[in-house]
């Protein structure tokens, strides 16, 4: 069966109201526009795949767009004849797919699919106010339940870079400005990742560009917990929060070469994609901490992707300001981890601002909205200050298991609380000072290997990773080990 994936934007909104209604998973659908996204053994050539493909089927038209830097991975249009029914369609998928001829060996084939975002999980958009300002943003309630003032004293995510792959970000908002890092946009093609929307309703369901400043929000929520840590924007999404498969990959793996240490994934798939999965498994492999939203169906299954269904991708379902589940939050036991991610329960009559969770959108102001899209940042950034308390571990596999079991460990109990969904919301809330009260305070920039000083033996450990890409010795995060970072040493030289 060819397998078609769809790309949500996971949010739930209508933040004056905890009476949300979450959508339903299952009633989410995509059709296929005609891309097929392949990867090739080592050293094979696409050209004399596609030629071969054109061999065992000449009635349909094939180009090749696009290539996933550095590796073997492939985007290819194709134009089917308007005959082919769901047999011609699956011995084609089934011809390709353990394709060993001519050209090569396609190790996998995947049918990529245009596809929308749904209105959010709620159907409705983030809430903005006179009364939501700066101040506000920085004494909200997440502050004190995630215990971010101690926190800082520990860390602060200073050496870390956190992507968010998402609609792009407000370059300019004041609580981003000093933060973000030269990004990319893979909707428009250009370097100029900003969150704005196009005035037209292009997904014709009477809301225009209703996903606008969800990836500015997301990030403002990743400085609040992690001020010290710089933003990657990779614009993945566009206003509508449509994207696709092949643009959602170009991302993580430009995330990847960039030698982030944290991966932002505020969106999901209600199908398991061979493609994104490789880009995660590289992830990985390079110690980058990859944080997704579990969705705002309400629902166990079907499990989101990655959230719900790749093992070592720390999956976040979203509580309110009691820690109790959220009414839209999806659930399973595959979670790691909970979030607040709603407004509160307004039992006193307290004014709004006194309840939400609240973040930067476009255009310099402030906004209360509520989601797992939102609970996901806020992990995010505390998988950043633990990174940043820990410039000694390696950049693989085992660095992951290490910041998983500190957010885990450092977790506030939830489960009694939630008695019907014990064991489904992860590990518990998580909970900052406490995880990282688990390790040191973070050292200074520059101090590489973690003893108090900057000093020669922290400068021969950078000569050591000297061009590297992954490497906690990329002091001013800009993707490489090299002579900036060198001065970096210099100036905090002990």
Not at 312 to 333: E, K, L, M, Q, Y
Request: with cysteine.
């Amino acid at each position: 069966m060819m397998k078609r994936i769809l790309i949500l934007v996971l949010m739930s909104m209508g933040v004056v109201s905890t009476n949300v209604v979450a959508q339903s998973c299952s009633d989410l659908s995509e059709e296929l526009d005609g891309t097929v996204v392949f990867k090739l053994q080592s050293g094979s050539d696409p050209v004399d795949v596609i030629s071969a493909m054109i061999l065992v089927n000449p009635q349909v038209s094939y180009e090749l767009i696009d290539q996933i830097p550095n590796r073997d991975i492939y985007l290819v249009e194709y134009t089917p004849p308007g005959d082919w029914t769901p047999g011609s369609w699956h011995d084609f998928e089934h011809e390709f797919k353990h394709w060993d001829g001519p050209g090569g060996i396609v190790h996998w084939i995947e049918f990529a699919a245009m596809n929308e975002a749904p209105e959010g999980g709620t159907g409705s958009t983030f809430v903005d106010s006179p009364a939501f300002t700066n101040l506000l943003f920085k004494t909200q309630y997440v502050v004190t339940k995630l215990g971010l003032t101690l926190a800082h004293t520990f860390s602060q995510g200073e050496g870390t870079v956190v992507a968010v792959i998402d609609t792009g970000a407000d370059l300019s908002h004041p609580v981003l400005s000093k933060s973000l890092l030269n990004g990319i946009d893979f909707v428009d093609n250009d370097a100029f990742p900003m969150d704005v929307g196009n005035g037209i309703d292009d997904d014709n369901d009477g809301l225009i560009d209703e996903m606008v400043g969800h990836g500015t929000y997301v990030a403002g929520l990743v400085n609040l917990v992690a001020p010290g840590a710089k933003i990657l924007p990779v614009r993945v999404l566009d206003s509508e929060g449509r994207g696709d498969v092949w643009t959602l990959t170009k991302g993580i793996y430009f995330a990847i070469d960039q030698g982030v240490e944290v991966i932002n994934l505020s969106l999901g798939s209600t199908e398991d994609s061979d493609i994104i999965e490789e880009a995660l498994d590289e992830a990985r492999q390079y110690g980058i901490a990859v944080v997704a939203a579990a969705g705002n169906c309400s629902q166990s299954h079907p499990r989101i992707f990655p959230a719900m269904k790749v093992d070592w991708v720390i999956g976040v379902a979203a509580v309110d300001n009691s820690d109790i589940a959220a009414p839209f939050t999806n659930f399973n036991h595959h979670l790691t981890i909970s979030a607040p991610a709603t407004t509160a329960l307004n039992p006193k009559g307290l004014p709004i601002e006194e309840l939400s969770i609240f973040s930067a959108i476009p255009g310099g102001g402030y906004a209360a909205w509520e989601g797992t899209s939102m609970a996901t940042p806020l992990v995010s950034g505390v998988a950043a200050l633990i990174r940043s308390q820990h410039p000694e571990w390696a950049c693989n596999s085992s660095t992951i298991d290490e910041v998983v079991d500190i957010i885990t460990d450092g977790a506030a109990p939830i489960d009694y609380l939630n008695p019907d969904l014990a064991g489904n919301l992860g590990a518990g809330r998580i909970d900052a000072q406490a995880s990282v009260e688990l390790g040191p305070v973070a050292p200074v920039l520059g101090d590489l290997n973690a003893d108090g000083l900057v000093n020669l033996q922290d400068l021969l450990d950078l000569i050591a990773d000297w061009d590297s890409t992954h490497s906690s010795a990329d002091l001013n995060s800009d993707g490489n080990v090299g002579l900036h970072d060198i001065l970096v040493i210099i100036a905090n030289w002990s």
